[in-house]
Every structure is written in C-alpha cells, then in structure tokens.
C-alpha cells in the first residue's frame, strides 16, 4: 500500500514538472520571465535620480524628529556614538533604565568597567557585543563623555 501511494506521488510530481517544464520557462526566457524585467532594465532603475518624497516618509522623518525632541526634552547634548550604542539601556543622560545608572561615576571607573566587559572578565553578552569592534580609545572617549555628564547636568539646570 505504501509503495503505491510512493509511486502515485512521484508520477504526479514528474507530471507538474513536465507541465511546468513546457508551459512556463522562466528560467530560459520564456513568456513567464518577461515580467521581471532584464538586467539592464534594473541597472538603469538603480541609476535613476532619486524620487521625491512621498506623504509618508515625510511623515515618518517629522515622527522621527518629536521622538528624539521629546526623549531630550530635559537632557543634555550627548554624542550620536552614546545615543546609538549606551542610551537605550543606560538612559540619555546615563541615569539608568535597564542598564545601571552611569552619571556620577568618573570616567577612570567607566574605563576600567569597560575594558572588564570588552576582555570578558565582567560578563554581559549586550556589553560585548557592543564594545568587540571598538578599539581602547574609543573606549576612553566613551568613558570620558560619560565622566563629564554631572557637569553637563549641572550646566543644563543652570539654563532652564
């Protein structure tokens, strides 16, 4: 019984490929691979002036600007570097969400804690993964941001 359900499949699935083979041809030129188009014709696409904006994606840009406005409405400049790879777990100003609090610290303790994670010594996967590529002075221009954030702190309270 098995060996005939075996064989009826096979002859059905030689049968598709037969029909297939002589019908559509898309991977010879046939009919069905006029539709995507030639190499050329994407080659001129991808050499064309870019587009204008639409409606949406100026939406999104403005959408954006208010998230970052309003994530630093009482913050502090820090650098892009802090912004994109510390300040999602550390918090804008280094006051911790899900990461320890880093303001406070002098930058002497942040290098050395990091040069702990980056060799491994102190175990956190998200911290190494995050410092593996950089190099030691990178390291210590992050430390020396992250020493200076009382002093921005206060300056910034001193404005408002």
Known sequence: MKNAIVGVLAVVIFASMAYVASNGRAYHGGEASKGFGTF????????AAPAAKDDREIEQ????????KAGNVNAFKVSDDYKSKCASCHGVNGEG???????GQTS?????ALI??????KENTVMKGLLISLTEEDLKEFADEIGEFPARAEAQRNQQ
């Open 40 to 47: 050329q014709d994407s080659q001129q696409t991808a050499s």
């Open 61 to 68: 840009e403005e959408l954006k600007s208010l998230k970052e």
């Open 97 to 103: 969400t899900v990461g320890p609090k880093l303001i």
């Open 108 to 112: 002497e303790q942040i290098y050395s």
């Open 116 to 121: 702990e994670f980056k060799s491994g010594r």
